[in-house]
Every structure is written in structure tokens, then in C-alpha cells.
């Protein structure tokens, strides 16, 4: 389809959407649903300047800042997301780029815990070159996490601390090093339905493996934080376009899914999402493990019927 014919497609009566997002969902990934669990492992003082995010050093968010965590806690945190039920597990760190002794500390212990706890890993640490992702494969990293964010044409109007073109190019060194990428972004920042679906069709280009879709959270102190909360329709339509457009990749509901789906998350994984966070976000509290386990069981149920 091209992006006329995919607008059109996103205007569909939303059961009829829903519907043809399920489809593919059917078809391509089946009953595969991937849980994630993620650490915020180095918090705030962040130099860039996104406007979402609470972590950027001249936003006035009055978030906890803290160096890089210890690899015994990464190690904690990550049997915890084991027992919940996650089969993957996240390291992110705030700031564009890690030091050499940071990044070192992050492979030591993505080298302990795929040896000890043996969950699969991810990381999300910024900028990163070709040396720097082959470190990290070698420590048993199989797949690095870096949004885009937004469609190209809107990204600067969200940052312009770095550019898009640099966020695809870390992509293509993650990928060039044999790493699986974890890329989407966040909705409801101002965005028309045309930029998430270029959003898509770059993500589709790129051809990444898992695409987490975030809804915007409105965080006080941040540039963003009067902006009106997407409604759960649309947030439920832009998942179903995603899942048309992206076909075989496992699509995520991830921060924002709490406040703007509420009482019908389970929608989003019938229009098309095969994904979720659980465990809790960066800088925001999560559901209860329990209550993503029973939602998760539900989902599975509904999909066998």
C-alpha cells in the first residue's frame, strides 16, 4: 500500500480495522506474545534535550538522578524479571553514550546474568559504535533497544539536540554487528496519523525485529506536559495500522498503556499487538505483576478461541 491508500486504511470504521490487524497478526506471529522487563540503570542528567522525556538535564521533572547501578543489582533485576514472567530483560541507561568503563561494567553483567539467570538480554545505552555492539554480542546481548521516536519529519520538532539520521545509523551499526533491534517510539506528542505511518513504513525499512509503541505520558516539568492525552481509540487504531503495515514483527504496548487504555488493554492485542512491557517503565510505575500475568492468560485464551 502506499501512504495514501495506508490513511485511508487507518479512517476505517474501527472494528473493520481491528479486524484486519488481527488477521495479520494471526497469520504472521501467530500466538507468540513477548514479555519484557526493563531496569533504568543509570537515571537523569541526560545532555540531550528530547521534550517527553523526564530524564533530560534541563527539564525541571525532579526525577531521582543515579550513576550506573551495580552489576549485582542488574543481576537482582534480572531474576526478577524472570519470575514475572519476562523472557527478556532490559538494561537502559540515560545520556547518549556510555563511558569505556560504563560500557565495560553493562557487558560484565549482561555476561553474568545470560550465564546464571539465563533470560535473553537487551540493552538500551545510547549511541554506540560497531566496537562497542561487537563487545556487547560477544557478552551474550542479543538484541539492542533505540527508538526513533517519531516520523523523520517530525523528529525535530521533539529534539534537535541530535538528529534522526543519527538514531539510524546507530540502527544499522546494531544490526550490522549481528544484533537483533528493538525500535518504535511514542504517540500522542502532537503527531498526525501521516507521521506514524511514516514512522511505520521507516521502521518496515529498516527492518527491525520488535517495535515498542509508547503513549505519551504528559510528565509536569517537561515542554510536553500540558499536551491533551491521545484517546484509547486512536491509540488503538495507530497500534492496528502498525500491525497492517509491519506484518511479522512483534509489536509492544509499552509506557502509557496503563492511563490512556485503562480497562481495555486487551483491545490493543486484538488489534494487532503480540508484545508488553511488565514490570514497570523508566521513570513510570507499571501495573502489578499479577494483573499483567492474569491480562496476559486472558489474551492467550482469546486468541486460541
Keep these: 500500500m502506499d501512504k495514501q491508500e495506508l490513511i485511508r486504511l487507518s479512517r476505517l470504521p474501527l472494528l473493520e480495522l481491528i479486524a484486519m490487524a488481527d488477521e495479520a497478526r494471526r497469520e504472521f506471529q501467530g500466538l ?24 533530560a538535564g534541563r527539564h525541571a521533572t525532579r526525577i531521582s538522578s543515579f550513576p550506573l547501578k551495580s552489576k549485582e543489582e542488574m543481576i537482582e533485576r534480572a531474576w526478577r524479571a524472570k519470575d514475572i514472567g519476562a523472557e527478556r530483560f532490559d538494561i537502559v541507561t540515560s545520556g547518549d ?43 551474550g546481548l542479543s538484541r539492542y533497544h533505540h527508538n526513533i521516536e517519531t516520523s523523520p519529519g517530525y523528529f525535530p520538532r521533539i529534539v534537535t539536540t541530535h538528529t534522526f539520521q543519527r538514531r539510524i545509523e546507530t540502527i544499522k551499526q546494531a544490526k550490522a554487528a549481528g544484533l537483533q533491534v528493538c525500535s518504535g517510539g511514542i504517540i500522542g506528542m502532537g503527531e498526525s496519523m501521516q507521521d506514524r505511518i511514516e514512522m511505520a513504513a521507516c521502521l518496515k525499512e529498516l527492518d527491525v525485529d520488535s517495535v515498542p509503541l509508547n503513549v505519551l505520558v504528559p510528565i509536569k516539568g517537561t515542554p510536553f506536559e500540558d499536551l491533551k492525552p491521545l484517546s484509547c481509540e486512536e491509540a488503538v487504531r495507530t497500534i492496528a495500522v502498525f500491525r497492517v503495515i509491519l506484518k511479522d514483527k512483534i509489536i509492544k504496548i509499552a509506557a502509557g498503556r496503563e492511563s490512556i487504555l485503562k480497562d481495555f488493554q486487551a483491545m490493543a492485542f486484538m488489534a494487532g499487538a503480540n508484545g508488553m512491557l511488565i514490570g514497570g517503565y523508566l521513570t513510570i510505575k507499571g501495573r502489578e505483576a499479577h494483573e499483567d500475568q492474569k491480562l496476559v492468560e486472558e489474551v492467550k485464551r482469546a486468541w486460541r478461541r
Excluded: H, P, W, Y
Excluded at 507468540?32 to 530524564?55: P, R, V, Y
Excluded at 553493562?106 to 537487551?122: D, F, L, S, Y
Design 97 to 139: 553514550n556510555l563511558s569505556e568503563k560504563e560500557l565495560n561494567a553493562v557487558a560484565e553483567a549482561i555476561r553474568e546474568i545470560t550465564g546464571k539467570v539465563k533470560i535473553k538480554m537487551c540493552a538500551s545505552l545510547g549511541t554506540l559504535d560497531k566496537d562497542a555492539f561487537e563487545l556487547l554480542k560477544d557478552s
Design 32 to 55: 507468540n506474545l513477548e514479555l519484557c522487563s526493563i531496569m533504568n540503570a543509570k537515571s537523569g542528567a541526560c545532555g540531550e534535550d528530547c521534550k517527553f522525556c523526564a530524564q
